[in-house]
């Protein structure tokens, strides 16, 4: 199973991007998935996390409020709905879902148990 993540790009500040991420070549079937991000000279954080049904969210403080994590499980597709953006958000960004022992826990994701990574998607923000 691969997750191909897209959408990334160079956006002003006070821009908005939306990320997608389509899982291919298998499912993940009632497992969360989330996306992390890394900036330059920094290491990979946690931005967002979703359950399977959609109905339990979380999202990294540091985006709290302008990043909202969605899914189309018809549609195999995670996606990341980013405003207000900011020069801090420039990073590459990744889809993720957890091992299978924590495939349904919102809070092992957060904490970095991850099974599967995207390839990756640039979000460059200008000031």
């Known amino acids: 199973v691969q997750l191909q993540a897209s959408g990334g790009g160079l956006v002003q500040a006070g821009g908005s991007l939306r990320l997608s991420c389509v899982v291919a070549?298998?499912?993940?079937?009632?497992?969360?998935m989330g996306w992390f991000r890394q900036a330059p000279g920094e290491e990979r954080e946690f931005v967002a996390a979703?359950?399977?049904?959609?109905?339990?969210?979380y999202v990294a403080d540091s985006v709290k409020g302008r990043f909202i994590i969605s899914r189309d499980n018809a549609k195999s597709t995670l996606y990341l709905e980013m405003s207000s953006l900011e020069p801090e958000d420039t990073a590459v960004y990744y889809c993720?879902?957890?091992?299978?022992?924590?495939?349904?826990?919102?809070?092992?994701?957060?904490?970095?148990?991850?099974?599967?990574w995207g390839q990756g998607t640039l979000v460059t923000v200008s000031s």
């Open positions: 993720a879902a957890p091992i299978p022992k924590y495939r349904t826990a919102i809070s092992a994701l957060q904490r970095g148990y991850v099974g599967t």
């Open positions: 070549g298998g499912t993940f079937v009632s497992y969360v």
């Open positions: 979703i359950s399977w049904s959609g109905g339990s969210t």
